[in-house]
């Protein structure tokens, strides 16, 4: 009852402005009154060459920066909530910094992984982002968000299988100005925020950016007690960075950029909440016990409002993150037909933290006698587990998975790209390596001390045996050589508006692995390395019905690379799984580009899909193997999205998509003990925003954006097995910004915001694994914002 309400009061709240209405693009800040009306033109670079969005003949969604200001979005995870059609975003086990971005059916249900690849590749000003650690972190002054929806292997290559996402900064202007920012708002948010631009001495100019951003936990951390060495509240957050970029004209056909950025992000991941399956669950397979499902603590949690306090005082640290790299780029125009480009790029990351899960999975009984608490050893830098030397415990809980992951990467790319009377081309060489360290150990961290086992106690994370137990440790290394081309030929027989297209990319991708420590016994296990050599092509054929009408039908394929899971026992390696996808979409500006409507339907046929299943959901699930699926999954699907401005000042919007997809019999001799789904794959989600902006006399500019987004409900986890249970991931939020804007005082704009963020305060799973356990939607958040640019 409680979620039909809410869609009814979304409903409400939109119908008197313009129906249901989606997130797309917003009215950019210097479109507004006085100035052309009609749908933003938005220039991305998705084919290496800027074009504008409705040129490209691929199913791309971007944001401009006008777009993400109006809707506060300020990291990949404010794309959660409500994503572009055909994708979904999870939190990795609660985490702000740590995301599963799926895209069409293409999943990762592990990334937090050193050894393991995503299915989807990140970019940074076209700077590969090897690990997903780090991924949600705040953005540094984007210009643009581009998401590019299918596989992209031949101009991206190795993981870009489900599609890309590039986010492109804002580069230096060599005039002085800039702009700055504070939001403040409950749960004690804060966000400061600067850029700087300086004037351009010699040919070089220089932009600074810095951000500091926090916010308390969603939810607190039980009653303060002494024993416990750390105690944060659940899903709270500090990051701060800066960054600093260089641009270089020594002459007008030669642009050298380079740029350094550094941050640092503690973040708690979420509060695990317990609830009992729905009434009428029917397990399809023998019932595992009922501790399965109340796991180590009494279910007092429900699945659709939020926890305000922790059943019990539990030890809980942060995860801290660190990210740095340089990046040169360099491009000349050696003629106004051909311009050669180069990037360079250096970075490395590191996390390391404990996440803890609260005693949402499994109880371990220690005999009716129990044990002495000695027996328990005390981890990750503790000496007591803070109860008194006499205690006897009779049961053991409270799983804290503590991981490291270091990574270091070196990348070059050199393209060429040109433009001939009757041929647009792209040649392109690549090289990638990378470095990456991953430790990790399940520590326990609750203690019952009565055989009844009526009285739990969160402690310091212990492990049984020896200090060593469940510790390992590995190292990986992958080198990948590639070259590409794609050319597109617009035949002058043809009135310039048929455009074929081809592509083809060549890749050597090499990867070694190594165990050093398992189960905290040194232990050198070098792993089957992983060691292929592909071509991928894509192929596309675009018309242009009219000036502001085109088709499209295309094939195109890629690859995730293969390796070995870190949670493995037997360090078992798995192989490329390889998504070869068809599609057909049409892209149309109409009205007088008061209308904008872009569509496409495509089948994905995903060959050897990777797999990650748990070994023992109810004993340990910190155990899994990852394998390749025999035979073909098949996802199709399609989505819509349509913009309207008819009049100065007004846009709204909607998105919908369709996904279906369809297991091979295989998948049942993988696993003949449990239940293997195809995550993240909602069969109707829609997404709906509008914009307006008046002028006010003698004042500024009054803005207003209000979005909602829902989505049906998908399987959050791949594997369950029979007998268990894991609730389904799910989507139903709004989101409203006011802004009075461009206030002139003197030589400063001043811009005066109130927001809010889950406007009812709806609550929905956004992660969940197997034993009825799941993370929820962030509460509602609503706050004040007060910027000003010069």
Same mark, same amino acid.
């Given at each position: 009852?409680?979620?039909?309400?809410?869609?009814?009061?979304?409903?409400?709240? $939109?119908?008197?402005?313009?129906?249901?209405?989606?997130?797309?693009?917003?009215?950019?800040?210097?479109?507004?009154?006085?100035?052309?009306?009609?749908?933003? @033109?938005?220039?991305?670079?998705?084919?290496?060459?800027?074009?504008?969005?409705?040129?490209?003949?691929?199913?791309?969604?971007?944001?401009?920066?006008?777009?993400?200001?109006?809707?506060?979005?300020?990291?990949?995870?404010?794309?959660?909530?409500?994503?572009?059609?055909?994708?979904?975003?999870?939190?990795?086990?609660?985490?702000?910094?740590?995301?599963?971005?799926?895209?069409?059916?293409?999943?990762?249900?592990?990334?937090?992984?050193?050894?393991?690849?995503?299915?989807?590749?990140?970019?940074?000003?076209?700077?590969?982002?090897?690990?997903?650690?780090?991924?949600?972190?705040?953005?540094?002054?984007?210009?643009?968000?581009?998401?590019?929806?299918?596989?992209?292997?031949?101009?991206?290559?190795?993981?870009?299988?489900?599609?890309?996402?590039?986010?492109?900064?804002?580069?230096?202007?060599?005039?002085?100005?800039?702009?700055?920012?504070?939001?403040?708002?409950?749960?004690?948010?804060?966000?400061?925020?600067?850029?700087?631009?300086?004037?351009?001495?010699?040919?070089?100019?220089?932009?600074?950016?810095?951000?500091?951003?926090?916010?308390?936990?969603?939810?607190?951390?039980?009653?303060?007690?002494?024993?416990?060495?750390?105690?944060?509240?659940?899903? &709270?957050?500090?990051?701060?960075?800066?960054?600093?970029?260089?641009?270089?004209?020594?002459?007008?056909?030669?642009?050298?950029?380079?740029?350094?950025?550094?941050?640092?992000?503690?973040?708690?991941?979420?509060?695990?909440?317990?609830?009992?399956?729905?009434?009428?669950?029917?397990?399809?397979?023998? $019932?595992?016990?009922?501790?399965?499902?109340?796991?180590?603590?009494?279910?007092?949690?429900?699945?659709?409002?939020?926890?305000?306090?922790?059943?019990?005082?539990?030890?809980?640290?942060?995860?801290?993150?660190?990210?740095?790299?340089?990046?040169?780029?360099?491009?000349?125009?050696?003629?106004?037909?051909?311009?050669?480009?180069?990037?360079?790029?250096?970075?490395?990351?590191?996390?390391?933290?404990?996440?803890?899960?609260?005693?949402?999975?499994?109880?371990?009984?220690?005999?009716?006698?129990?044990?002495?608490?000695?027996?328990?050893?005390?981890?990750?830098?503790?000496?007591?587990?803070?109860?008194?030397?006499?205690?006897?415990?009779?049961?053991?809980?409270?799983?804290?998975?503590?991981?490291?992951?270091?990574?270091?990467?070196?990348?070059?790319?050199?393209?060429?790209?040109?433009?001939?009377?009757?041929?647009?081309?792209?040649?392109?060489?690549?090289?990638?390596?990378?470095?990456?360290?991953?430790?990790?150990?399940?520590?326990?961290?609750?203690?019952?001390?009565?055989? &009844?086992?009526?009285?739990?106690?969160?402690?310091?994370?212990?492990?049984?045996?020896?200090?060593?137990?469940?510790?390992?440790?590995?190292?990986?290394?992958?080198?990948?050589?590639?070259?590409?081309?794609?050319?597109?030929?617009?035949?002058?027989?043809?009135?310039?508006?048929?455009?074929?297209?081809?592509?083809?990319?060549?890749?050597?991708?090499?990867?070694?692995? @190594?165990?050093? $420590?398992?189960?905290?016994?040194? &232990?050198?296990?070098?792993?089957?390395?992983?060691?292929?050599?592909?071509?991928?092509?894509?192929?596309?054929?675009?018309?242009?019905?009219?000036?502001?009408?085109?088709?499209?039908?295309?094939?195109?394929?890629?690859?995730?690379?293969?390796?070995?899971?870190?949670?493995?026992?037997?360090?078992?390696?798995?192989?490329? @799984?390889?998504?070869?996808?068809?599609?057909?979409?049409?892209?149309?500006?109409?009205?007088?580009?008061?209308?904008?409507?872009?569509?496409?339907?495509? @089948?994905?046929?995903?060959?050897?899909?990777?797999?990650?299943?748990?070994?023992?959901?109810?004993?340990?699930?910190?155990?899994?193997?990852?394998?390749?699926?025999?035979?073909?999954?098949?996802?199709?699907?399609?989505?819509?999205?349509?913009?309207?401005?008819?009049?100065?000042?007004?846009?709204?919007?909607?998105?919908?998509?369709?996904?279906?997809?369809?297991?091979?019999?295989?998948?049942?001799?993988?696993?003949?003990?449990?239940?293997?789904?195809?995550?993240?794959?909602?069969?109707?989600?829609?997404?709906?925003?509008?914009?307006?902006?008046?002028?006010?006399?003698?004042?500024?500019?009054?803005?207003?954006?209000?979005?909602?987004?829902?989505?049906?409900?998908?399987?959050?986890?791949?594997?369950?097995?029979?007998?268990?249970?894991?609730?389904?991931?799910?989507?139903?939020?709004?989101?409203?910004?006011?802004?009075?804007?461009?206030?002139?005082?003197?030589?400063?704009?001043?811009?005066?915001?109130?927001?809010?963020?889950?406007?009812?305060?709806?609550?929905?799973?956004?992660?969940?694994?197997?034993?009825?356990?799941?993370?929820?939607?962030?509460?509602?958040?609503?706050?004040?914002?007060?910027?000003?640019?010069?």
């Amino acid at each position: 009852m409680r979620k039909a309400t809410n869609y009814v009061r979304a409903g409400v709240s $939109l119908a008197g402005m313009a129906a249901i209405l989606a997130v797309s693009p917003a009215l950019s800040q210097d479109q507004g009154w006085g100035q052309d009306q009609g749908v933003e @033109e938005i220039i991305v670079t998705a084919q290496k060459r800027e074009e504008n969005m409705q040129d490209v003949p691929i199913a791309v969604t971007a944001f401009s920066s006008a777009a993400l200001e109006a809707r506060g979005a300020t990291a990949l995870t404010s794309l959660l909530q409500s994503p572009p059609p055909g994708v979904v975003m999870q939190p990795f086990a609660g985490s702000q910094s740590l995301l599963i971005v799926d895209i069409r059916g293409v999943t990762n249900g592990d990334p937090g992984q050193g050894t393991a690849e995503m299915g989807t590749a990140v970019y940074i000003d076209d700077v590969y982002l090897g690990r997903a650690q780090g991924m949600g972190a705040e953005l540094a002054d984007p210009e643009r968000i581009e998401i590019l929806r299918g596989p992209q292997g031949t101009l991206f290559g190795r993981n870009a299988e489900g599609g890309a996402i590039r986010i492109v900064t804002k580069k230096p202007t060599g005039q002085w100005g800039g702009n700055a920012k504070f939001v403040y708002g409950n749960f004690d948010q804060q966000r400061y925020e600067a850029h700087l631009n300086l004037p351009s001495i010699a040919g070089f100019a220089i932009k600074l950016d810095y951000l500091n951003s926090s916010h308390d936990g969603w939810t607190r951390n039980g009653p303060r007690v002494d024993r416990l060495a750390r105690q944060d509240d659940f899903g &709270a957050l500090e990051a701060e960075g800066y960054r600093g970029s260089v641009r270089w004209q020594p002459t007008d056909s030669i642009t050298v950029d380079y740029a350094y950025d550094h941050s640092v992000t503690r973040d708690t991941r979420d509060y695990n909440v317990l609830v009992r399956p729905p009434f009428g669950f029917a397990p399809n397979g023998p $019932l595992t016990p009922l501790a399965t499902f109340q796991g180590a603590r009494p279910i007092t949690d429900r699945l659709h409002e939020r926890t305000d306090t922790a059943w019990t005082s539990l030890y809980n640290g942060p995860f801290v993150n660190k990210a740095s790299g340089h990046m040169l780029q360099a491009a000349w125009d050696l003629n106004d037909a051909l311009t050669l480009r180069s990037i360079t790029a250096f970075r490395k990351t590191s996390e390391e933290g404990a996440n803890q899960l609260g005693g949402a999975f499994t109880l371990s009984r220690l005999g009716a006698a129990g044990l002495p608490i000695a027996a328990l050893v005390p981890g990750l830098g503790t000496t007591s587990l803070g109860l008194p030397s006499s205690t006897r415990v009779y049961a053991i809980s409270g799983v804290t998975a503590y991981n490291v992951v270091d990574q270091k990467q070196e990348s070059q790319e050199f393209q060429l790209v040109g433009s001939l009377p009757e041929v647009e081309f792209v040649l392109g060489a690549y090289y990638f390596h990378e470095r990456v360290k991953d430790v990790r150990q399940t520590f326990l961290s609750i203690a019952y001390t009565d055989a &009844a086992l009526t009285q739990a106690y969160g402690v310091n994370p212990f492990t049984v045996g020896s200090a060593g137990a469940g510790l390992s440790a590995q190292n990986a290394e992958s080198t990948s050589y590639a070259g590409f081309a794609q050319a597109t030929w617009t035949p002058a027989f043809a009135d310039d508006r048929l455009h074929l297209t081809a592509g083809l990319r060549y890749t050597s991708d090499k990867k070694t692995f @190594e165990r050093t $420590l398992f189960n905290g016994v040194p &232990a050198i296990t070098n792993g089957q390395p992983f060691d292929e050599k592909r071509w991928d092509p894509a192929f596309t054929i675009a018309y242009d019905i009219t000036d502001a009408i085109n088709a499209y039908v295309k094939y195109s394929q890629a690859y995730r690379a293969g390796g070995v899971s870190v949670r493995s026992p037997n360090f078992k390696p798995f192989g490329a @799984e390889v998504n070869k996808a068809y599609e057909f979409g049409i892209k149309s500006d109409l009205l007088d580009r008061r209308l904008r409507v872009n569509a496409a339907i495509f @089948e994905n046929r995903v060959h050897n899909r990777q797999i990650t299943a748990q070994l023992d959901p109810t004993g340990n699930p910190a155990v899994t193997d990852t394998l390749n699926a025999p035979g073909v999954t098949r996802i199709r699907g399609g989505e819509l999205e349509i913009v309207a401005a008819p009049s100065r000042g007004f846009q709204a919007s909607v998105t919908y998509a369709y996904l279906s997809g369809k297991r091979p019999p295989s998948y049942m001799q993988i696993d003949p003990n449990a239940e293997l789904r195809i995550q993240s794959l909602p069969k109707h989600a829609i997404t709906a925003a509008i914009d307006y902006s008046v002028p006010i006399a003698n004042v500024g500019n009054l803005a207003f954006h209000m979005d909602y987004a829902m989505a049906s409900k998908t399987p959050g986890t791949g594997r369950v097995a029979y007998g268990a249970f894991a609730w389904d991931i799910d989507r139903d939020v709004a989101n409203a910004r006011i802004a009075l804007q461009d206030i002139k005082l003197g030589p400063v704009k001043w811009r005066l915001a109130f927001f809010g963020k889950n406007l009812f305060d709806t609550a929905y799973p956004v992660f969940t694994s197997p034993g009825a356990n799941a993370i929820l939607s962030p509460p509602r958040t609503y706050g004040v914002e007060l910027g000003g640019a010069f």
